[in-house]
């Protein structure tokens, strides 16, 4: 093994701890634990720009070993293949592995889209607004479930588009199913 591959093993080591990591940190705690950043960041810990932050930092490494995996499931026949007729490193990233897993780099993209959307909802307690907060203070707080429940519906709502969307370009992109 050559200096540079173990190099890369060990940046993919460490890389793979900290997706861990913050995979496993819950939004809600996520929030609270990286309010000193998000306030250097945003210049706030309130509000729609202070939840931005905790999004990106909890998203990113749930995609992250979603598209992993994919790539991990590309044939290595076929990369080889693209290997033995002389392309570079990034010319199969880009030519074989982005193009054999699009489908599933697409259907990753929905699944953590409607993560975030549900991380949104939570993202009320730092008072980011959006219908998880209307929710909470104007229905359960207020005892008014159906505030509760309307907000709910159109969370679902939102959700349904999103996986109806994001399963279309599945369809058209997946060459197997064509």
């Keep these: 093994m050559s200096n540079l591959q173990g190099s890369l093993q060990i940046i993919n080591w460490i890389v793979g701890l900290f997706v861990d990591i913050f995979r496993s940190i819950p939004f809600i705690i996520l929030i609270v634990l990286i ?50 007729m002389g392309a570079s490193t990034w010319e199969v990233i880009m030519k074989v592995l982005l193009p054999e897993s699009k489908p599933a780099l697409i259907a990753g993209a929905t699944v953590t889209t409607i993560s975030l959307i549900g991380y949104t909802a939570m993202a009320g307690a730092i008072g980011a607004g959006g219908l998880g907060n209307l929710a909470y203070q104007d229905g359960f707080q207020a005892s008014n479930n159906t505030v509760t429940l309307v907000a709910t519906v159109i969370i679902c709502l939102f959700v349904f588009i999103v996986q109806f969307i994001g399963d279309w370009f599945v369809r058209i992109t997946d060459k197997r199913t064509r």
């Design 35 to 84: 309010l000193p950043i998000t306030m250097k960041l945003a210049g706030t810990i309130i509000g729609p720009g202070a939840a931005l932050p905790s999004l990106i930092i909890s998203a990113s490494p749930f995609y992250a070993r979603m598209v992993e995996s994919y790539f991990r499931e590309v044939d290595a026949g076929v990369i080889e293949a693209a290997e033995s």
